[in-house]
């Protein structure tokens, strides 16, 4: 009990909510995107529909290797993510190492909470953890994608007697595995947005919270009321 109460001394309280918001609005955020996503449309419901309908024309085709060379490039954006989060990962480690002198900078930043070294530390060490989860989704989304890859390169070739439920059974399948490729990196992409709304902390408890309330009207705008989604359902 006292180790607790030890625990929760380390910040003040409102340092406490601004970071447990943070984190309740992007694992809230996360499931209340995905119960939507069942009964309106949203991006990923939509270009996984078209994710589908590539996969059943590589049935159709006689050369592949655009769709192979597609599907490849694909898996190009979650490489690029996870080696710059990885850059990312070493600079905070770094800044844990100078503590001291990075604490003094951010006091020079105008509008910045003067903190002790201890509670920068536990910023840092939050923020790093985050990039930590956005490095493991992105590398999961590059051997997704590459899982992708092989069942198209696996499939029977175009004047194979396919049955229309063969085909149908093809698509869904690799449509599937194509469609949490994607998931998984959009799942990477929100921490990083989460990470920026975190950064606001650096400032104050106060502007952690207002970030994390912008972040997520941003992403909710973008998922279910962009003009990208009314261009792939129109």
Request: aromatic content about 14%; proline content about 3%.
């Amino acid at each position: 009990m006292s180790l607790t109460l030890d625990a929760l001394g380390l910040l003040p309280a409102i340092d406490w909510l601004a970071v447990v918001m943070l984190f309740a609005a992007w694992v809230g955020y996360a499931r209340f995107a995905g119960r939507l996503a069942g009964r309106r449309p949203s991006i990923l419901a939509a270009t996984n529909r078209v994710r589908r309908q590539w996969m059943w024309r590589t049935t159709t085709r006689e050369n592949r290797v655009v769709d192979g060379m597609v599907a490849q490039n694909l898996s190009t954006s979650p490489s690029f993510f996870a080696s710059t989060t990885i850059l990312i990962i070493g600079g905070l480690l770094a800044v844990l190492g100078t503590t001291d002198k990075a604490t003094e900078f951010v006091r020079e930043i105008p509008f910045a909470a003067r903190t002790s070294v201890l509670v920068f530390d536990v910023k840092v060490a939050v923020l790093t953890a985050i990039f930590v989860y956005a490095f493991f989704r992105f590398t999961w989304s590059m051997r997704q994608y590459s899982f992708g890859v092989l069942l198209v390169a696996a499939a029977p070739t175009h004047d194979h007697p396919w049955t229309d439920e063969e085909r149908d059974a093809f698509a869904e399948r690799a449509g599937r595995i194509m469609g949490l490729a994607a998931e998984t990196f959009n799942d990477g992409l929100r921490a990083y947005y989460m990470a920026f709304a975190l950064i606001a902390w650096f400032f104050s408890p106060w502007a952690c919270l207002a970030a994390t309330a912008f972040v997520v009207f941003v992403l909710y705008q973008r998922e279910f009321r962009s003009e990208v989604l009314a261009a792939l359902i129109g």
